[in-house]
């Protein structure tokens, strides 16, 4: 069992080699699916996808594909969050964003580019399940998207599991639908990334000041980060597998929570 | 085999009846993924895919979803194209674009799940070819995209092939996959595809007086539609299947270039 951070080094480097690229003929559309992509991040959902996969005897190797995939569907939604039709957020991480650096026009090719690469990334498999996995999460974090952005009246908690948690969905799905895990085995690995994917947002709420802390106040935001950490940890005794990585990741995140 | 309208409108009821769908809680991201794929069009690239599917012996229902998924593909490459940041066009087939109709944060969020919904359709195949094909020419048709509004300094026969005819790749190259043509018999296919798409594109230009009307004049722009009609008859000829119905599309093409 490799720890976090070997297979967050397993996963850069593969990352940092793989081609991103959408026709020779334009280059500057691959430097600028690239841009975001190296902006970094802590990565934690192809490291979710790794760290599960080990659990249920897939090597992190071949789960490296499927691990990109979840990563580049990440980035292309930062991308176009970040435009000015939607949050207009001028910078991310420290650094202009895609439509600051390249432009609006090429932001969106680009954002639209990881979308369709992550998709061939998936189909690298035999199997069509990763794609699945992935095209209907992708689809639900849209919706959250859309929910955002029209001030819909939604409960929150739903919002975080639209727009966060159902990618978490997705990189541990990936994962179980490759190692051929049993459909009863799965429903407990997907109670816990469901309850991971919230606490997720939940810290990210905290860290931001935004989100569940301006809704609920910050010691509520905290408590409800506390129930889904002790929802993802109930759900992570109910699986039969080495899970101990896993829950590794789980406390780092719970810990944020404070 | 079915006659081209025959296809048409087998693929027009399925179509209707599939539900575009990112998630229950955003009723109102559906319909905004409905409205450009209902306001129509000839459906040129799903009615070939089924005509090569039948002629290389895939029954035309067993393509329904490939097809759906190119043409949301192409629908999802309008949405975008048509932003005020790209081509800034308010009106597609006579109706309000889809950014007049519903804002150009929903119309970016309508288009991304429309892209994401086409690789839940080809998901739904067991073999990932499907998608393979799709993401491939996917990717290269947003590199088109970028070439063009970019102004970057490429032939215009190398744009078509990028803009247009990839997609037509795609559509004929699911049909192929799926019925197992072999990669010898397939090479005639996917020439016949390029030169194909490349002549949809030249007759969009003279119907609209744009692209090759506009770069060498009507008469050369006819001259280069001969060309690739020739060149698609061609291809056609070396291939070993029943081809009268896509001979048929074939022709009706080549005769609105005049």
């Known amino acids: 069992m ?36 190296a902006a970094g991040g802590k ?21 490296l594909p499927a691990a990109a995939a979840v990563e580049l569907v990440h980035t292309f939604s930062l991308v176009h ?3 000015p039709a939607l949050d ?29 690469q992550a998709f061939e990334l998936t189909a690298s498999y035999e199997s069509a399940a990763p794609t699945r996995e992935l095209a209907r999460a992708t689809l639900e974090m849209i919706g959250g998207q859309y929910l955002d952005v029209t001030r ?14 159902r990618l978490y969905g997705a990189a541990i799905g990936c994962a179980l639908s490759l190692a051929d895990v049993d459909p009863a085995e799965q429903v ?18 905290l860290h931001d000041g935004d989100g569940a802390v301006l809704e609920h106040g910050e010691e509520a935001a905290r408590e409800l980060a506390r129930g889904q950490a002790h929802q993802a940890r109930e759900a992570l005794s109910r699986v039969h597998a080495e899970t101990a990585v896993v829950a590794t990741l789980l406390e780092d995140l719970a810990r944020q929570a404070g």
């Open 2 to 37: 490799q720890a976090p951070d070997e297979l967050r080094e397993l996963f850069e480097e593969y990352l940092a080699r793989l081609p991103l690229h959408a026709t020779p003929e334009a280059p500057g559309l691959d430097d600028a699916m690239r841009y975001p992509v």
């Open 81 to 83: 969050d970040d435009l």
């Open 152 to 165: 819909a009246d939604v409960d929150l908690l739903d919002l975080h599991r639209l727009k966060s948690a």
């Open 88 to 116: 207009d957020d001028a910078t991310r991480r420290g650094s202009p964003s895609a439509h600051v650096r390249f432009g609006e026009a090429v932001a969106i090719l680009a954002g639209d580019a990881l979308l369709a």
């Open 43 to 63: 990565r934690l959902r192809p490291v979710l996808c790794l760290a599960v996969g080990e659990a249920v005897g897939v090597e992190p190797r071949e789960l």
């Open 188 to 205: 407990s690995w997907r109670d816990f990334a469901d309850a991971f994917g919230r606490l997720f947002q939940l810290v990210d709420d």
